[in-house]
């Protein structure tokens, strides 16, 4: 019905996550119950009331009467935890009123919802295309602030202290979504995360700077550029694609390991970056799934699992962000994991491959075989061949990898950034556990 790893993934939080694994204790609750299409149960809590609660099994959305403003709260994630670990905890029964009315409710507004949509008029090819003319013209006055921005920091110089100021691209970035340009809003955001971010942050900065100047550039030369690399720099200004656009593309058949996960916050807005490893093709694929309100995202498929399904990739240079062409594909849990780990060599090869036809990649997932270690004081992973990349790791990672490891190399998920190596996941014992680096 539901994995732990998913009902992990639901969590806003770290604090979330520890306060419904405590939660996770069938003597904390009382009238646990379900049927198969809701989970529900009473929480004590330190009043005379006990917390309603419930969870709609098809999407993990809940339902709580405790006053938390999180979604979703601590009590439903203990209450799926339960269901997650022993489903005997909670009794089959009819539902209750005040289940059955959130079920109600829920069907009307999604009803409503629905023939609000039908209803919509379509807009016509013309005002469709004066719209696309609209957003173009914005999105060239952003191309222009933007290279004005960059300018103007390297003439004043990466010394000064407008640069280690919030402000400085906070404005810029809301200028940038103003113009229609979200995704140049999405890089100024990372440059301010850079700046003064640790060691060298001076070069790792100016390089991001520099990568940015270029998809400007590139950009305004677009008509000139082949229809890959062009489709790439649009969707990374900002431009969206249709899905019906991308299902109708480029397919991929294969059976797809679910090597790790991470989640970030962006506008109110949680984002899931799903990567999965095709065991066949060696292809790597991004899916994203997206939460707001409390909704759960889709396709929350388990870490560690396999998915023997059909991927639909976006068009662009990376064949990279892709879609599951069905969304209900059955997943296997406990799968042996039959693809051969890279090496450091291997990695770093497809690195500059992959870079070489997309030069604004970030992100380069792997699984890697390798160990902890420490080199001059800093913290590597070292492979069979003894070769080693800097290590990122944050909190109690370092201790947790090293424990999985026992002294002896495994198999390590996670993705190189071009300056070090951070791990989310790795193979522990024959099990594929997900480190907490996926609370970003």
Same mark, same amino acid.
């Given at each position: 019905?539901?994995?732990?790893?998913?009902?992990?993934?639901?969590?806003?939080?770290?604090?979330?996550?520890?306060?419904?694994?405590?939660?996770?204790?069938?003597?904390?609750?009382?009238?646990?119950?379900?049927?198969?299409?809701?989970?529900?149960?009473?929480?004590?809590?330190?009043?005379?009331?006990?917390?309603?609660?419930?969870?709609?099994?098809?999407?993990?959305?809940?339902?709580?009467?405790?006053?938390?403003?999180?979604?979703?709260?601590?009590?439903?994630?203990?209450?799926?935890?339960?269901?997650?670990?022993?489903?005997?905890?909670?009794?089959?029964?009819?539902?209750?009123?005040?289940?059955?009315?959130?079920?109600?409710?829920?069907?009307?507004?999604?009803?409503?919802?629905?023939?609000?949509?039908?209803?919509?008029?379509?807009?016509?090819?013309?005002?469709?295309?004066?719209?696309?003319?609209?957003?173009?013209?914005?999105?060239?006055?952003?191309?222009?602030?933007?290279?004005?921005?960059?300018?103007?920091?390297?003439?004043?110089?990466?010394?000064?202290? #407008?640069?280690?100021? %919030?402000?400085?691209?906070?404005?810029?970035?809301?200028? !940038?979504?103003? +113009?229609? *340009?979200? =995704?140049? /809003?999405?890089?100024?955001?990372?440059?301010?995360?850079?700046?003064?971010?640790?060691?060298?942050?001076?070069?790792?900065?100016?390089?991001?700077?520099?990568?940015?100047?270029?998809?400007?550039?590139?950009?305004?030369?677009?008509?000139?550029?082949?229809?890959?690399?062009?489709?790439?720099?649009?969707?990374?200004?900002?431009?969206?694609?249709?899905?019906?656009?991308?299902?109708?593309?480029?397919?991929?058949?294969?059976?797809?390991?679910?090597?790790?996960?991470?989640?970030?916050?962006?506008?109110?807005?949680?984002?899931? #970056?799903?990567?999965? %490893?095709?065991?066949?093709?060696?292809?790597?694929?991004? !899916?994203?799934? +997206?939460? *707001?309100? =409390?909704? /759960?995202?889709?396709?929350?498929?388990?870490?560690?699992?396999?998915?023997?399904?059909?991927?639909?990739?976006?068009?662009?240079?990376?064949?990279?962000?892709?879609?599951?062409?069905?969304?209900?594909?059955?997943?296997?849990?406990?799968?042996?994991?039959?693809?051969?780990?890279?090496?450091?060599?291997?990695?770093?090869?497809?690195?500059?491959?992959?870079?070489?036809?997309?030069?604004?990649?970030?992100?380069?997932?792997?699984?890697?075989?390798?160990?902890?270690?420490?080199?001059?004081?800093?913290?590597?992973?070292?492979?069979?061949?003894?070769?080693?990349?800097?290590?990122?790791?944050?909190?109690?990672?370092?201790?947790?990898?090293?424990?999985?490891?026992?002294?002896?190399?495994?198999?390590?998920?996670?993705?190189?950034?071009?300056?070090?190596?951070?791990?989310?996941?790795?193979?522990?014992?024959?099990?594929?556990?997900?480190?907490?680096?996926?609370?970003?």
């Amino acid at each position: 019905m539901i994995s732990p790893d998913q009902v992990t993934a639901l969590a806003p939080d770290a604090a979330s996550y520890k306060a419904g694994k405590a939660l996770a204790v069938a003597s904390k609750w009382s009238d646990l119950a379900r049927d198969d299409q809701m989970l529900w149960g009473l929480a004590k809590g330190s009043g005379k009331k006990p917390y309603l609660t419930c969870v709609a099994v098809d999407d993990f959305a809940s339902k709580c009467s405790c006053p938390s403003r999180k979604f979703p709260c601590k009590h439903a994630l203990g209450l799926m935890f339960i269901a997650a670990q022993d489903l005997s905890f909670l009794a089959e029964a009819d539902l209750p009123d005040w289940v059955q009315e959130w079920k109600d409710s829920r069907a009307a507004r999604v009803e409503k919802a629905g023939k609000k949509k039908q209803t919509a008029k379509p807009k016509s090819e013309e005002s469709a295309a004066r719209t696309k003319k609209k957003r173009t013209a914005r999105m060239d006055d952003g191309i222009k602030f933007l290279d004005e921005f960059l300018l103007d920091l390297i003439r004043q110089g990466l010394a000064q202290s #407008s640069v280690s100021d %919030y402000d400085t691209w906070d404005n810029a970035a809301r200028r !940038l979504i103003d +113009f229609q *340009a979200p =995704g140049l /809003a999405r890089y100024i955001r990372r440059l301010e995360e850079i700046a003064h971010s640790g060691p060298n942050w001076e070069s790792r900065l100016l390089h991001e700077m520099g990568s940015l100047y270029l998809l400007s550039y590139s950009y305004k030369q677009r008509d000139n550029l082949d229809s890959t690399l062009c489709a790439e720099i649009e969707q990374r200004i900002g431009w969206q694609v249709e899905k019906e656009s991308v299902l109708s593309g480029k397919t991929m058949h294969d059976d797809w390991f679910v090597a790790y996960r991470t989640v970030t916050t962006a506008d109110k807005l949680k984002v899931f #970056s799903n990567w999965v %490893y095709g065991q066949k093709n060696r292809q790597w694929a991004l !899916l994203l799934s +997206f939460s *707001a309100g =409390g909704a /759960a995202p889709a396709a929350l498929w388990p870490v560690g699992g396999t998915v023997i399904t059909e991927l639909a990739f976006y068009p662009g240079a990376s064949d990279e962000r892709a879609l599951a062409v069905v969304d209900s594909a059955p997943v296997r849990l406990g799968a042996e994991l039959n693809a051969e780990p890279e090496s450091v060599q291997q990695l770093l090869g497809r690195v500059s491959d992959s870079l070489a036809v997309n030069p604004w990649r970030s992100r380069f997932p792997g699984l890697i075989h390798a160990q902890p270690a420490t080199l001059d004081g800093a913290a590597v992973l070292v492979d069979d061949q003894g070769d080693a990349l800097p290590w990122q790791h944050s909190g109690d990672d370092q201790m947790i990898v090293q424990t999985v490891c026992g002294g002896r190399a495994t198999v390590l998920a996670g993705e190189w950034n071009g300056h070090a190596y951070q791990v989310h996941a790795a193979l522990d014992n024959g099990d594929w556990f997900q480190l907490r680096e996926q609370f970003q």
